[in-house]
């Protein structure tokens, strides 16, 4: 079956780095449409980067040249690294396959000092 597997989050300072990694199993990963997202507290879940399958990427505005996205298509996982990291960062982060109904658990991020 489809599964999803966020690792990665963790505490860190404002203007801290982390890397997030997402396992996925169960589909064809490397055709898959692949995107990040992020729920903070109190608020709705929102689109933070995607990757399709030859690599072009794309970004939420608040993320753009912070965050990158990017994939190893023989490992089936998805990586997101997160430079200069903020507060408002802070939220639970998930993988998704863009045409799949399936989510993994999430990993929390919190930035703060």
């Known amino acids: 079956q489809v599964r999803l597997v966020e690792s990665g989050g963790g505490l860190v300072q404002p203007g801290g780095s982390l890397r997030l990694a997402c396992a996925a199993s169960?589909?064809?990963?490397?055709?898959?449409?692949m995107r990040w997202y992020r729920q903070a507290p109190g608020k709705e879940r929102e689109q933070v980067a995607s990757i399709i399958s030859s690599g072009a990427t794309n970004y939420a505005v608040s993320v753009k040249g912070r965050f990158t996205i990017s994939r190893d298509n023989a490992k089936n996982t998805l990586y997101l690294q997160m430079n200069s990291l903020k507060p408002e960062d802070t939220a639970v982060y998930y993988c998704?396959?863009?045409?799949?109904?399936?989510w993994g658990q999430g990993t929390q991020v919190t930035v703060s000092s």
């Open positions: 998704k396959c863009f045409t799949m109904p399936y």
């Open positions: 169960g589909f064809t990963f490397s055709s898959c449409t």
